[in-house]
Nanobody
Framework: QVQLVESGGGLVQAGGSLSRSCAAS????????MGWYRQAPGKQRELVAT???????NYADSVKGRFTISRDNAKNTVYLQMNSLKPEDTAVYYC?????????WGQGTQVTVSS
């Protein structure tokens, strides 16, 4: 089993910044890809950003240039720096980790951007 514990998030005004972190623990040997997804009310969960163990990064077009994902392999921790936040970024954000072909999810944290 793999546990993902998220921290950060909350309420911010449009144009502001928030940071998130997610630490993995448990039966982890090599975590391949870690990342962040989000789900807004009435919408499907969507990818925000992912980063592989080797550092390859993928961003959703909607967050490119505003969000930055990073990772500390030694700490099995992934980070998300969110800048220039917009009201449309409001969602529950989930940390995710791909381990041995299985996706694990964090508990999710609400991020609300007020206009």
């Amino acid at each position: 089993q793999v546990q993902l514990v998220e921290s950060g998030g909350g309420l911010v005004q449009a144009g502001g910044s928030l940071s998130r972190s997610c630490a993995a623990s448990g039966s982890i040997i090599n975590i391949n890809t870690m990342g962040w997804y989000r789900q807004a009310p009435g919408k499907q969960r969507e990818l925000v950003a992912t980063i592989t163990r080797g550092g390859s990064i993928n961003y959703a077009d909607s967050v490119k240039g505003r969000f930055t994902i990073s990772r500390d392999n030694a700490k099995n921790t992934v980070y998300l720096q969110m800048n220039s936040l917009k009201p449309e970024d409001t969602a529950v954000y989930y940390c995710a980790a791909l381990v041995a072909g299985r996706m694990y999810w964090g508990q999710g944290t609400q991020v609300t951007v007020s206009s």
